[in-house]
């Protein structure tokens, strides 16, 4: 659950509940079990994204067979990043890294299949068929975001493939790459490949009081001057979609108080780049508000490691000459139980 | 003088008693004990391998890093809930009649990738070890 108070510069301050997540899961057998997340974002729903939404974040079977071999099929988390299959509240920020928002587009869950594992040695896998992203929703602020299908009738004419190494040999650290590759120009008349891809890089590192963790992602949208001129013809709004886009962070918390009632306290750091106007197709210029920077500093207090009661204020620059990218003060309650 | 002449008579006798009674045996198959410390966080247990013999008791200190966390080894009676961070740690023991390979995993819904905190221990017959 996240409960939040959002001040932001050249607006006024909200008070929104951000998210109210219900698991379930349930056990058919030692050997198959199913997994549920329903979500329900900024507490009431009335059709349209802006005002709420109900997600339906996770619905799959696993099917295990052996440490290094399992099935998983129905609504997957797509295993991209840090945060995306990994977004329990009591943590550093009010807000999720912008990375995690513009670059990767979390929460991103499709409906698919596949396998995962472990090799042994700490490594493990993920690798899934997932229902593409739809080009014909991109844009020049939010990326490829707009592009989720999120398993509602999503077109699946081409599949897309995303996977995910990871490494976790080393108490405290999870260090991994994934990739998501996909077809997106389904909705184009007449038809043409908009081929996406998707590298990511992170790790995260905790131990004792000290929290690091760090990512960097690249996208790659060809076609990308075709698509604009098709989007343009369709809505007449030329999207101004690059063809890279490019992100990364890194954070740095540490907990300088500890007491076993009273609870514990940390501040942190995180600086993050998260560009969606990169590269641009031939005949395209980049929109300079869209480079964009920000520094993040805050704190946390945990009464209770699974209750975490957040603050923090963002500074956020870009590259354009004449249109200021806003600061916040953000404050937050989250809890998971 | 006298006491202490007393006192070494009485200390042979109780020798000499102690000498006559039958010696302790010791246990043919003492059974041997191997500790292993894991961490658990979301989603991962380290480490996520552990490697003991046939008739070993495993006995296994698990502390969370975060959240309560459950572990369970399929097919056995071994489950614990682990305490949250900053809570002591809990310890379950493990004795392996069999070789082979013994599943566990998180036993309490702990977030979304829940279903990924997995790990195995491998049982090997002592002579192969």
């Given at each position: 659950m996240d409960f939040h108070y959002n001040n932001e510069q050249f607006a006024d301050g909200r008070l929104d509940f951000h998210r109210?997540?219900?698991?379930?899961?349930?056990?058919?057998?030692?050997?198959?079990?199913?997994?549920?997340?329903?979500?329900?974002?900024?507490?009431f729903v009335e059709g349209l994204e802006q005002s709420g939404e109900v997600e339906l974040e996770q619905a799959y079977v696993d099917f295990l067979f052996s440490r290094s071999f399992?099935?998983?099929?129905?609504?997957?988390?797509?295993?991209?990043?840090?945060?995306?299959?990994?977004?329990?509240?009591?943590?550093?920020?009010?807000?999720?890294?912008?990375?995690?928002?513009f670059i990767?587009?979390?929460?991103?869950?499709?409906?698919?299949?596949?396998?995962?594992?472990?090799?042994?040695?700490?490594?493990?896998?993920?690798?899934?068929?997932?229902?593409?992203?739809?080009?014909?929703?991109?844009?020049?602020?939010?990326?490829?975001?707009?592009?989720?299908?999120?398993?509602?009738?999503?077109?699946?004419?081409?599949?897309?493939?995303?996977?995910?190494?990871?490494?976790?040999?080393?108490?405290?650290?999870?260090?991994?790459?994934?990739?998501?590759?996909?077809?997106?120009?389904?909705e184009f008349r007449p038809r043409f490949d908009v081929p996406v891809k998707l590298f990511d890089l992170d790790a995260r590192y905790s131990r004792?009081?000290?929290?690091?963790?760090?990512?960097?992602?690249?996208?790659?949208v060809q076609n990308a001057g075709e698509l604009n001129d098709s989007a343009f013809r369709l809505s007449g709004v030329n999207p101004n979609v690059a063809s890279g886009m490019l992100g990364n962070y890194l954070e740095a918390g540490y907990r300088f108080f500890s007491s076993r009632r009273l609870g514990e306290v940390?501040?942190?750091?995180?600086?993050?780049?998260?560009?969606?106007?990169?590269?641009?197709?031939?005949?395209?210029?980049?929109?300079?508000?869209?480079?964009?920077?920000?520094?993040?500093?805050?704190?946390t207090?945990?009464?209770?490691?699974?209750?975490?009661?957040?603050?923090?204020?963002?500074?956020?620059?870009?590259?354009?000459?004449?249109?200021a990218s806003p600061n916040s003060f953000n404050v937050g309650l989250g809890w998971w139980f | 003088m006298v006491v202490l002449m007393r006192a070494l008579i009485a200390l042979s006798a109780c020798l000499a008693f102690v000498g006559a009674l039958p010696p302790v045996q010791a246990p043919e198959h003492e059974p041997q004990v191997q500790m292993v410390d894991v961490s658990a966080e979301?989603?991962?247990?380290?480490?996520?391998?552990?490697?003991?013999?046939?008739?070993?008791?495993?006995?296994?200190r698990l502390r969370s890093d975060d959240t309560t966390h459950g572990f369970r080894i399929v097919g056995t009676g071994a489950s614990i809930e682990i305490p949250k961070r900053g809570d002591d740690a809990a310890t379950v023991d493990f004795t392996p009649e069999h070789a082979g390979r013994y599943e566990f995993q998180c036993s309490k819904l702990c977030g979304a990738g829940h279903a990924f905190m997995r790990g195995v221990i491998v049982v090997k017959d002592a002579a192969e070890r």
């Open positions: 109210f997540v219900l698991l379930v899961t349930h056990r058919f057998s030692d050997r198959i079990r199913f997994v549920g997340e329903l979500e329900v974002e900024h507490a399992n099935i998983r099929a129905g609504m997957l988390l797509l295993p991209i990043g840090i945060i995306n299959q990994r977004h329990e509240p009591p943590t550093y920020g009010v807000e999720r890294p912008f990375f995690d928002t990767i587009p979390t929460t991103w869950f499709e409906a698919g299949a596949g396998v995962h594992g472990e090799l042994g040695g700490g490594w493990r896998y993920q690798a899934y068929v997932a229902a593409p992203l739809n080009a014909a929703k991109f844009n020049a602020d939010d990326g490829i975001r707009e592009g989720r299908q999120k398993g509602s009738e999503a077109n699946a004419s081409r599949l897309a493939t995303t996977g995910r190494l990871e490494y976790v040999g080393i108490r405290g650290l999870t260090a991994g790459a994934s990739f998501f590759v996909g077809d997106s120009g389904f004792d009081r000290l929290e690091l963790r760090g990512a960097f992602g690249y996208i790659s940390g501040a942190f750091v995180r600086h993050e780049v998260f560009d969606t106007q990169y590269r641009m197709p031939a005949g395209y210029l980049p929109l300079n508000e869209f480079n964009r920077q920000a520094w993040v500093v805050g704190a207090y945990w009464p209770d490691p699974d209750i975490a009661l957040k603050v923090d204020y963002v500074v956020q620059r870009n590259r354009s000459t004449t249109l | 979301r989603f991962t247990f380290t480490p996520s391998q552990i490697k003991t013999t046939v008739g070993t008791t495993l006995r296994i």
